[in-house]
C-alpha cells in the first residue's frame, strides 16, 4: 500500500513570511500533484511535476520532486492571506493512473 | 475552461436508501474517477472506468456500489443501500488519455446519510 506523509499537519503564520511544506513516501511515483482544497469543495490542481530533481514555479509557489521520486515539497515565498487552504499532494502510479492522497498541510496565513 | 461538474451538490437519505450521484467529466477526457472524502480524512480512491468498464477498484467499493456512463456525458455512482459511514464529500475526477497525466475534479457531491 503506498502511504504519503504530509508535514506539517497544520501551519499557521504571519502574512509576509516564507513557508515549506512537505510530503513524503516510501514509494516511487510517476508523478505527484499537488492541489489547494477550499472547505466544501473539490480539489483544485495547482501542479504536477514528473522528472526526479524537477522544479517548477507557479508565481510565488515553488514545487520540487525528490530526485528519487518519493518526495516533494512545497516552498510559498511572501505568503499572502489568500494563501491560506488545505495543501494535498497526491502520488499517482499503476496504469489506472490511481492517486494516493495524503492527508494535507492546513495553512492559515494571519493579516 | 472545461470543468467536470457533479450534481447534486448535498444529497440528504435515509439510511437503506438508493443513492445515484452525477458526474459530466470534461468532454475530451477518457479516463473517469470516483474518490470520496469522509470529513476530516483524506481522499480516498473508489474506482477507475476507462473503455466503458471498471478498469481499478479499491476495497472500499464493494457490492453496494456501482458505475456507469449511461449515455457519451454522464457518469454515474450509484449507491444501492446507503449506510452511515458512507456519509461524505463525493468527488468526481477525470483525464485526458493514455498520454495525460493530470486528473482534474468535480466541486464534489455532499452525501449525508442519516
Known amino acids: 500500500t503506498q502511504l504519503l506523509e504530509q508535514s506539517p499537519q497544520f501551519l499557521s503564520i504571519q502574512e509576509g513570511e516564507n513557508l515549506t511544506v512537505y510530503c513524503n513516501s516510501s514509494?516511487?511515483?510517476?508523478?505527484l500533484q499537488w492541489y489547494r482544497q477550499e472547505p466544501g469543495e473539490g480539489p483544485v490542481l495547482l501542479v504536477t511535476?514528473?522528472?526526479?530533481?524537477e522544479v517548477k514555479k507557479l508565481k510565488r509557489l515553488t514545487f520540487q520532486f525528490g530526485d528519487a521520486r518519493k518526495d516533494s515539497s512545497l516552498h510559498i515565498t511572501a505568503a499572502q492571506t489568500g494563501d491560506t487552504g488545505l495543501y494535498l499532494c497526491a502520488g499517482a502510479g499503476g496504469s489506472n493512473y490511481k492517486l494516493t492522497f495524503g492527508k494535507g498541510t492546513l495553512l492559515t496565513v494571519n493579516p | 475552461e472545461p470543468e467536470v461538474t457533479q450534481t447534486p451538490s448535498h444529497q440528504v437519505t435515509q439510511m437503506g436508501q438508493e443513492v445515484i450521484l452525477r458526474c459530466v467529466p470534461i468532454s475530451n477526457h477518457l479516463y473517469f474517477y470516483w474518490y470520496r472524502q469522509i470529513l476530516g480524512q483524506k481522499v480516498e480512491f473508489l474506482v477507475s472506468f476507462y473503455n466503458n468498464e471498471i478498469s481499478e477498484k479499491s476495497e472500499i467499493f464493494d457490492d453496494q456500489f456501482s458505475v456507469e456512463r449511461p449515455d457519451g456525458s454522464n457518469f454515474t455512482l450509484k449507491i444501492r443501500s446507503t449506510k452511515l459511514e458512507d456519509s461524505a464529500m463525493y468527488f468526481c475526477?477525470?483525464?485526458?488519455?493514455?498520454?495525460?497525466?493530470?486528473?482534474?475534479f468535480g466541486e464534489g457531491s455532499r452525501l449525508t446519510v442519516l
Open positions: 514509494s516511487v511515483f510517476s508523478s
Open positions: 475526477a477525470s483525464k485526458l488519455g493514455t498520454g495525460g497525466i493530470e486528473l482534474f
Open positions: 511535476v514528473v522528472t526526479g530533481g
